[in-house]
């Protein structure tokens, strides 16, 4: 069982900026695809940026290429999500996966170990 625990949402104003964290009792950069995804009421989930744990690559959905940097911590048990020009449609709420997958793709709710998630609110 792995455990994720994210933190830094709160409520910002249009074009501010939040940093997410993600601490998880694995090492992320073994064997596991990171992910950071986030749900609206009535949405489903959406994937919205993975990393690779071999070479460190992220990728990003398209809504957020440009705004939004996953990275690796130097703890190899913690992820970031910077996210800058937040606007009202990123309000969310995002939670970190742990999957173990080939980290070409989004994949769905029932698949890897998911955090609790933290609301970010943008207005």
């Known amino acids: 069982q792995v455990q994720l625990v994210e933190s830094g949402g709160g409520s910002v104003q249009a074009g501010g900026s939040l940093r997410l964290s993600c601490v998880a009792s694995?090492?992320?950069?073994?064997?596991?695809?990171m992910g950071w995804f986030r749900q609206a009421p009535g949405n489903q989930p959406e994937g919205v940026a993975r990393?690779?744990?071999?070479?460190?690559?992220?990728s990003y959905a398209d809504s957020v290429k440009g705004r939004f940097t996953m990275s690796r911590g130097n703890a190899k048990n913690t992820v970031y999500l910077q996210m800058n020009s937040l606007a009202p449609d990123d309000t969310a709420k995002y939670s970190c996966?742990?999957?173990?997958?080939?980290?070409?793709?989004?994949?769905?709710?029932?698949?890897?170990?998911w955090g609790q998630g933290t609301q970010v609110t943008v207005s």
């Open positions: 996966v742990a999957a173990n997958v080939v980290c070409d793709r989004w994949w769905g709710p029932e698949i890897g170990f």
């Open positions: 694995i090492n992320t950069n073994r064997g596991y695809c």
């Open positions: 990393i690779r744990g071999d070479d460190g690559r992220a």
